[in-house]
C-alpha cells in the first residue's frame, strides 16, 4: 500500500521493492504492467536555494535551482540508477563548473550528502561553520569523488563546486516543490541522461542551472516548467520554475503536490536570503532601487507593475499551504463544500487542513509560547558558574533570544577544531594546555560520553534561541523544531544531574547521580 502521509519534513519515504539485475529487464515491465491500477509512486521535485551574498547573486538575488529525486539514486557521481530500499533519493544539479577534472555537467548526490553533508540524516550538524563545511566536503570528496577530482585545482579551490552539492542547507535554506512520478517515467529519465554526453556547456543566460532543472522537469511533464522573459529580462531563473511548476501541480489537483522547506542550519555562516526575479529584484532591493528612482524613473513604475500582476510567488506561503499532501488533496473537498453551500462539511474540512498544515509549520501563538518558555528556561540558566577552564571559560555565557547566539558561535568555532569519524558523525575538540575537551555537533551525539556536558548546552540553547528568532524563510519546521526542544529538555536534565553531582559531598552517595550521558 502507498505511504502517503509527509508530515515529517524529509521527504516521504514510500512503500516500494525493486528487482535486481538490469534496470530495464524483461520482467521488471512484465511486472509493472501486471500491477495495473496500482500504481507505485516515486517523487520529483524543483529544489530552489536561497541567494547567498557573493560574486553576481549579490545583485541578482537570484538562488540556485536543481532536481530531486525521491526513486533515483546515484551509481556514481556521474550515473544514475534506481534506488535500493532504504535509500532517500538524490539531488541533481548543474554549475558554473564542478571543477572535477572533467568538464561535467551535472553531477548528482545522495539527499542527505546534498543538504546535510552526511548520508545518515541522524548525524547531521547541529551548527554549522565553514569550518565544519570543508570537513564534510574533504570526507565527501574522498568517498566519492577520488576518480574524478584527482587535480590539485579541483581538491583544493574554493571556485571548485562540487562543495556546493555537499551540506547546502549548511550556508542556505531551501524549499522543495515535489511531485509524484511513476517508475515508468522514472526509468526512462535515467536512461536517456545515462546514454547522453554529459558536458559542460554552462551559459549564465541560456543554459544556467534553471535551464538545466526546466529540462529536467519537464522530461517527467511536457512544459510543466517554464521561463518568465518578462520579468526576468529574457533569462531564466530559478524562482520562474519554482513558480510555473507550482502552478502546474495546482492545475493537476492529483500530482501529489506539497511543499517541504530545509532550513539553514544555525552558526556562522552568513544567512541566505529569499530567491528574487528580476522585477521583483528592482523593485524590493534598495541597492538598486534608489539608483533606478534617480536615473530611470519613468521605467520603474512598469517594472513594479510587472512585478505585482504576473511576477510575485511567495515560496513560504506555498509551503504553509500545501505542507503535506493530504493538505493538497483537502483543497477539491473544500471548494466542493463551498460551493454547495455545505458550510459544516467546508468548516470540517479546513479544520482538518489547519490542523495538518500546524502539525508541520506550527502557529503563531505555539511559537510565542515556545519563545515565552525559552526565555524562563534562559533566565534560569543566567549566572550559572558550572563552566570552568580557559577554553570552555571563554565560551561561557547562556545564549539568549536577543542575539548572543551569534557570539557562541562564533566563540566556538574560533576555539574548536572539527573532525568526522568515518560515518560522518562531528565532534568539535578544544586544547587547553595538555588537556582536551570535546562535544558532540549532531543531536545524536551532542551528550554522547566523553562530552563536555556544560558546552553541549550552551550549544543547545544557542541552536534554540536562534532559531526562534528567525525569520519564517529561515526557520526550520515545527517537526524538527520539537525535535530540538526534546534535545533541550535533555540537556537541562543532564546539566541538572551535573549540578547534583558537584554540589554531592566528596565520597558522599550523591556521586551516582550522573549517567553516562555526562
Same mark, same amino acid.
Given at each position: 500500500?502507498?505511504?502517503?502521509?509527509?508530515?515529517?519534513?524529509?521527504?516521504?519515504?514510500?512503500?516500494?521493492?525493486?528487482?535486481?539485475?538490469p534496470?530495464?529487464?524483461?520482467v521488471?515491465?512484465?511486472?509493472?504492467?501486471?500491477?495495473?491500477?496500482?500504481?507505485?509512486?516515486?517523487?520529483v521535485?524543483?529544489?530552489?536555494?536561497e541567494?547567498?551574498?557573493?560574486?553576481?547573486?549579490?545583485?541578482?538575488?537570484?538562488?540556485?535551482?536543481?532536481?530531486?529525486?525521491?526513486?533515483?539514486c546515484?551509481?556514481?557521481?556521474?550515473?544514475?540508477?534506481?534506488?535500493?530500499?532504504?535509500?532517500?533519493?538524490s539531488?541533481?544539479?548543474?554549475y558554473?563548473?564542478?571543477?572535477?577534472?572533467?568538464?561535467?555537467?551535472?553531477?548528482?548526490?545522495?539527499?542527505?550528502?546534498?543538504l546535510y553533508?552526511?548520508?545518515?540524516?541522524?548525524?547531521?550538524?547541529?551548527?554549522?561553520?565553514?569550518?565544519?563545511?570543508?570537513?564534510?566536503?574533504?570526507?565527501?570528496?574522498e568517498?566519492?569523488?577520488?576518480?574524478?577530482?584527482?587535480?590539485?585545482?579541483?581538491?583544493?579551490?574554493?571556485?571548485a563546486?562540487?562543495?556546493?552539492?555537499?551540506?547546502? @542547507?549548511?550556508?542556505?535554506?531551501?524549499?522543495?516543490?515535489?511531485?509524484?512520478?511513476?517508475?515508468?517515467?522514472?526509468?526512462?529519465?535515467?536512461?536517456?541522461?545515462?546514454?547522453?554526453?554529459?558536458?559542460?556547456h554552462?551559459?549564465?543566460?541560456?543554459?544556467?542551472?534553471?535551464?538545466?532543472?526546466?529540462?529536467?522537469?519537464?522530461?517527467?511533464?511536457?512544459?510543466?516548467?517554464?521561463?518568465?522573459?518578462i520579468?526576468?529580462?529574457?533569462?531564466?531563473?530559478?524562482?520562474?520554475?519554482?513558480?510555473?511548476?507550482?502552478?502546474y501541480?495546482?492545475?493537476?489537483?492529483?500530482?501529489?503536490?506539497?511543499?517541504?522547506h530545509?532550513?539553514q542550519?544555525?552558526?556562522?555562516?552568513?544567512?541566505?536570503?529569499?530567491?528574487?526575479?528580476?522585477?521583483?529584484?528592482?523593485?524590493?532591493?534598495?541597492?538598486?532601487?534608489?539608483?533606478?528612482?534617480i536615473?530611470?524613473?519613468?521605467?520603474?513604475?512598469?517594472?513594479?507593475?510587472?512585478?505585482?500582476?504576473?511576477?510575485?510567488?511567495?515560496?513560504?506561503?506555498?509551503?504553509?499551504a500545501?505542507?503535506?499532501?493530504?493538505a493538497?488533496?483537502?483543497?477539491?473537498?473544500?471548494?466542493?463544500?463551498?460551493?454547495?453551500?455545505?458550510n459544516?462539511?467546508?468548516?470540517?474540512?479546513?479544520?482538518?487542513?489547519?490542523?495538518?498544515?500546524?502539525?508541520?509549520?506550527?502557529?503563531?501563538?505555539? $511559537?510565542?509560547?515556545?519563545?515565552?518558555?525559552?526565555?524562563?528556561?534562559?533566565?534560569?540558566?543566567?549566572?550559572?558558574?558550572?563552566?570552568?577552564?580557559s577554553v570552555?571559560?571563554?565560551?561561557?555565557?547562556?545564549?539568549?533570544v536577543?542575539?548572543?547566539?551569534?557570539?557562541?558561535?562564533?566563540?566556538?568555532?574560533?576555539?574548536?577544531t572539527?573532525?568526522?569519524?568515518?560515518?560522518g558523525?562531528? $565532534?568539535?575538540?578544544?586544547?587547553?594546555?595538555?588537556?582536551?575537551?570535546?562535544?558532540?555537533?549532531?543531536?545524536?551525539?551532542?551528550?554522547?560520553?566523553?562530552?563536555?556536558?556544560?558546552?553541549?548546552?550552551?550549544?543547545?540553547?544557542?541552536?534554540?534561541?536562534?532559531?526562534?528568532?528567525?525569520?519564517?524563510?529561515?526557520?526550520?519546521?515545527?517537526?524538527?523544531?520539537?525535535?530540538? $526542544? @526534546?534535545?533541550?529538555?535533555?540537556?537541562?536534565?543532564?546539566?541538572?544531574?551535573?549540578?547534583?553531582?558537584?554540589?554531592?559531598?566528596?565520597?558522599?552517595?550523591?556521586?551516582?547521580?550522573l549517567?553516562?550521558?555526562?
Amino acid at each position: 500500500m502507498l505511504v502517503r502521509n509527509s508530515a515529517s519534513q524529509a521527504p516521504p519515504m514510500r512503500a516500494r521493492t525493486f528487482l535486481g539485475g538490469p534496470l530495464f529487464s524483461f520482467v521488471l515491465v512484465l511486472l509493472l504492467a501486471c500491477l495495473g491500477s496500482s500504481k507505485a509512486y516515486g517523487d520529483v521535485g524543483v529544489v530552489l536555494n536561497e541567494s547567498l551574498d557573493t560574486s553576481v547573486a549579490r545583485i541578482t538575488g537570484s538562488g540556485h535551482s536543481a532536481v530531486y529525486f525521491s526513486r533515483i539514486c546515484p551509481e556514481s557521481p556521474v550515473e544514475l540508477r534506481l534506488c535500493q530500499p532504504g535509500e532517500q533519493g538524490s539531488v541533481m544539479s548543474n554549475y558554473t563548473t564542478l571543477g572535477e577534472d572533467q568538464p561535467f555537467e551535472w553531477n548528482v548526490v545522495p539527499l542527505s550528502v546534498y543538504l546535510y553533508g552526511v548520508e545518515n540524516p541522524r548525524y547531521r550538524p547541529i551548527v554549522a561553520s565553514q569550518k565544519i563545511k570543508r570537513v564534510l566536503e574533504e570526507r565527501y570528496r574522498e568517498n566519492y569523488l577520488s576518480e574524478y577530482c584527482a587535480s590539485e585545482a579541483c581538491k583544493t579551490s574554493n571556485k571548485a563546486e562540487w562543495r556546493e552539492m555537499v551540506g547546502a @542547507s549548511l550556508e542556505r535554506s531551501i524549499y522543495m516543490f515535489v511531485v509524484d512520478t511513476t517508475v515508468e517515467q522514472d526509468l526512462a529519465l535515467i536512461e536517456q541522461f545515462n546514454s547522453l554526453p554529459n558536458q559542460n556547456h554552462f551559459n549564465g543566460m541560456t543554459r544556467n542551472c534553471a535551464n538545466f532543472t526546466r529540462r529536467l522537469i519537464n522530461t517527467f511533464f511536457p512544459n510543466a516548467t517554464r521561463p518568465d522573459y518578462i520579468n526576468d529580462f529574457g533569462m531564466t531563473t530559478p524562482k520562474a520554475i519554482a513558480r510555473s511548476f507550482t502552478r502546474y501541480a495546482h492545475r493537476h489537483p492529483d500530482a501529489g503536490f506539497r511543499v517541504l522547506h530545509f532550513a539553514q542550519v544555525p552558526g556562522t555562516i552568513k544567512r541566505s536570503s529569499e530567491c528574487r526575479g528580476g522585477t521583483e529584484q528592482l523593485v524590493r532591493s534598495k541597492k538598486l532601487l534608489v539608483p533606478m528612482l534617480i536615473f530611470a524613473h519613468h521605467v520603474l513604475p512598469l517594472v513594479a507593475a510587472s512585478y505585482m500582476l504576473t511576477g510575485r510567488f511567495n515560496p513560504e506561503r506555498e509551503l504553509e499551504a500545501h505542507p503535506t499532501i493530504e493538505a493538497t488533496e483537502a483543497e477539491h473537498p473544500i471548494r466542493l463544500a463551498k460551493a454547495e453551500n455545505n458550510n459544516p462539511r467546508a468548516e470540517e474540512l479546513e479544520s482538518d487542513k489547519d490542523h495538518e498544515r500546524a502539525t508541520v509549520v506550527g502557529t503563531s501563538e505555539e $511559537w510565542k509560547q515556545y519563545r515565552a518558555s525559552f526565555a524562563w528556561i534562559v533566565a534560569e540558566s543566567a549566572g550559572d558558574q558550572t563552566v570552568t577552564g580557559s577554553v570552555r571559560g571563554s565560551l561561557n555565557g547562556s545564549p539568549n533570544v536577543n542575539g548572543s547566539s551569534k557570539k557562541f558561535f562564533r566563540r566556538l568555532d574560533e576555539a574548536g577544531t572539527p573532525l568526522a569519524d568515518r560515518n560522518g558523525t562531528l $565532534w568539535m575538540e578544544f586544547a587547553d594546555g595538555d588537556e582536551w575537551s570535546s562535544i558532540g555537533l549532531s543531536a545524536h551525539n551532542v551528550f554522547s560520553s566523553g562530552t563536555d556536558t556544560a558546552l553541549a548546552y550552551q550549544l543547545v540553547l544557542a541552536r534554540i534561541g536562534h532559531v526562534l528568532k528567525s525569520p519564517k524563510h529561515s526557520r526550520e519546521s515545527m517537526v524538527e523544531f520539537r525535535k530540538d $526542544w @526534546s534535545l533541550l529538555e535533555s540537556a537541562r536534565s543532564n546539566r541538572a544531574s551535573a549540578v547534583a553531582k558537584a554540589a554531592a559531598p566528596a565520597g558522599g552517595r550523591g556521586g551516582s547521580v550522573l549517567s553516562g550521558n555526562e
